[in-house]
T-cell receptor, first 115, second 109 residues
């Protein structure tokens, strides 16, 4: 079975550009969450989607947006990129509004560098 | 104050040493607790869940004290392969994971 897949794995953008990151959850999983991990820090929660609806939002500016598609895949969009947006963006997949960590799986992440 | 705080690192220990990681959390309504392991430039992976009764998995022992809002992880007989960053993680009511900043462990021969 395929795990959580994210694309692209690495990308470089210029300040002011926008970026779209993609995530495909494990087959059968209906919940997708996005996290940002800046070098030297733990991951920070950005969004959670369940059954195509936003169920949670972290403390990130409106430049960050996301959506979930009918097939449960998800996109994270970031507009007007800043140098500080350089980070590893992680997608987490779970089969329901997870009650235990045993049902949460992370993708390998998308490394974004803003120059 | 950060919601989840961990010991600052890095921890540099010889093979065979016992090492302890400590973590505190601020939200008393937090529901579930975990330790994740993250290798360099990789995604976090669940190491173990943490229960009030304490739980053990081989050389790893985790403990939760809800009254003190304190979580611990003990690694006995450290191996070179244990070198990684260990993340203390708390799950809130909505299923959101809140991570500590991580503690880097380096096990030396």
């Amino acid at each position: 079975d395929a795990g959580v897949t994210q694309s692209p794995t690495h990308l470089i953008k210029t300040r002011g550009q926008h970026v779209t990151l993609r995530c495909s959850p494990i087959s059968g999983h209906k919940s997708v969450s996005w996290y940002q991990q800046v070098l030297g820090q733990g991951p920070q929660f950005i969004f959670q989607y369940y059954e195509k609806e936003e169920r949670g939002r972290g403390n990130f500016p409106d430049r960050f947006s996301a959506r979930q598609f009918p097939n449960y895949s998800s996109e994270l969009n970031v507009n007007a990129l800043l140098l500080g947006d350089s980070a590893l963006y992680l997608c987490a997949s779970s089969d329901y509004r997870a009650r235990t960590g045993n049902t949460i799986y992370f993708g390998e992440g998308s490394w974004l560098t803003v120059v | 104050r950060k919601e989840v705080e961990q010991d600052p690192g890095p921890f540099n220990v010889p093979e065979g040493a016992t090492v302890a990681f400590n973590c505190t959390y601020s939200n008393s309504a937090s529901q579930s607790f975990f330790w994740y392991r993250q290798d360099c430039r990789k995604e976090p992976k669940l190491l173990m869940s943490v229960y009030s009764s304490g739980n053990e998995d081989g050389r790893f022992t985790a403990q939760l004290n809800r009254a003190s809002q304190y979580i611990s992880l003990l690694i006995r007989d450290s191996k070179l392969s244990d070198s990684a960053t260990y993340l203390c993680v708390v799950m809130n009511q909505g299923g959101k994971l809140i991570f500590g900043q991580g503690t880097e462990l380096s096990v030396k021969p």
